[in-house]
């Protein structure tokens, strides 16, 4: 049977109603990927969630299909978000889809180069403001609170409604819910969607529940900190977020599940980052590969035990940052002449090593 999108796929499951408009770009339907060399090192049954494969390359996809379609449904003609790209992103896209107009509010220079691309070319109008999300995400909620223009941002239940399709997807993939859900923490609606979707689905269908193990970035740790960080800093741009809106829902999750919300610093992230591309093959941006950096880290501090299922989601692509991979990574192209004797001593001189 051919995928037709989470509005579809789930309809049972979402506020979808007889005039919901059903639009899609098929996203969901994201592989989950055994990391067949890490949970042999760590002797782990270890995953990842692939949301860099939907198609904006994030999992924003997710929420904001539904998000668009219920403003098309209710009238509105035009949608607003702050982002750190990737809402932005998907905002764009599924606007232009569904023939809304959009308007993104970013923090200038503090967007992947991918994301922005994105957001020109899906053709929505961007402000990029000399201040952070933080401080955009409080513009844009009280703009929509006075001018008719629909927030997108993961305020709007929607937003968490889509998201929580992910849950789902893993339980059906693996059999059963995993027992550590490891997942990146920026504004904090994606853990709170997936612990939504878990239980609705352990509900219908016993399938368990997992720990929400949430990991943000060490300078953007408000949570764990407990108190709001005004200047947020970290690599992980996505995740540069320093007053998450779904700050008490993310601490709800980690609390029912008996998880924890941690953190993870910039140079774990990278280490994740590389180890990730490498060992596995899977190309994933730096604010995912805080879920890997952070079950690393549980791994060492005896947090997670050896024989347990994990699933770390990948909330998205690699291709989104090449900035950071160029620099990140120590392999660089060498340059040569355009000379097939010297091409041929520089790769015989490799594999004969
Ligand atoms: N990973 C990526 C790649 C993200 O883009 C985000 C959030 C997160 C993780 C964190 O998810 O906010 O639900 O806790 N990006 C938002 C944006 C803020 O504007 O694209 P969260």
New binding site residues.
């Given amino acids: 049977m051919m995928w037709k999108g989470l509005l579809h796929q789930y309809r049972d499951y979402l506020p979808v109603t007889e005039k919901t408009p059903m639009i899609s770009l098929n996203e969901g339907n994201t592989p989950l990927i055994r990391l067949e060399s890490l949970s042999k090192r760590f002797e782990i049954d270890f995953y990842v969630k692939v ?1 860099g494969a939907n198609p904006t390359g ?3 996809d997710r929420g904001m299909v539904m998000a668009v379609a219920k403003a098309k449904e209710e009238g509105s003609s035009t949608i607003i ?10 905002a764009a896209a599924y606007a232009a889809r569904a023939g809304l107009r959009c308007m993104v509010v ?1 923090p200038d220079g503090k967007i992947a180069m991918g ?1 922005l691309a994105q957001a020109v070319m899906y053709g929505a109008q961007i402000f990029a403001i000399q201040g952070n ?1 933080d401080e955009a995400l409080k513009m844009v909620r009280r703009l929509s609170e006075v001018a008719p223009i629909t927030l997108v ?2 305020v709007n239940p929607y937003r968490i409604e889509g ?1 929580k399709t992910a849950a789902f997807e893993i339980c059906d993939q693996l059999g059963k819910a995993p027992d550590i859900l490891a ?11 997936y612990w939504k979707g878990f239980k609705e689905y352990n509900e219908k269908h016993q399938t368990g529940l997992p720990q929400m193990r ?1 990991f943000e970035a060490e300078g953007a740790a408000a949570i764990v900190r407990n108190q709001v960080i005004e200047n947020p800093e970290t690599i ?1 741009t ?2 540069r ?1 320093g007053n ?3 700050w008490d829902k ?1 601490v709800q999750a980690a609390n029912e599940s008996n998880g924890k919300i941690d953190e993870v610093s910039d140079g774990e992230i990278l280490e994740a980052y590389k180890l990730l591309a490498r060992k596995e093959g899977v190309f ?2 730096p ?2 590969c ?1 879920s890997i950096a952070g079950v690393l880290k549980q791994l060492k501090s005896g947090e997670i035990t050896k024989g347990s299922t994990v699933v770390a ?1 990948l ?2 692509n690699g291709l ?1 940052d090449p900035n950071i991979a160029m620099d990140a990574a120590d392999i660089k192209p060498l340059v040569l002449p355009n000379d097939e004797q010297i091409l041929f001593q520089h790769i015989q001189g490799v594999v004969h090593q």
């Fill in positions: 949301e994030s999992f924003k978000c702050a982002s750190t790209g990737n809402t932005s992103a998907a970013i994301k999300f941002n993961s998201q997942i990146p923490v920026g504004n904090a609606g994606n853990i709170t969607a949430g992980a996505a995740i977020i998450p809106a779904s993310a994933a941006e604010a995912s805080a989601v909330t998205g989104k």
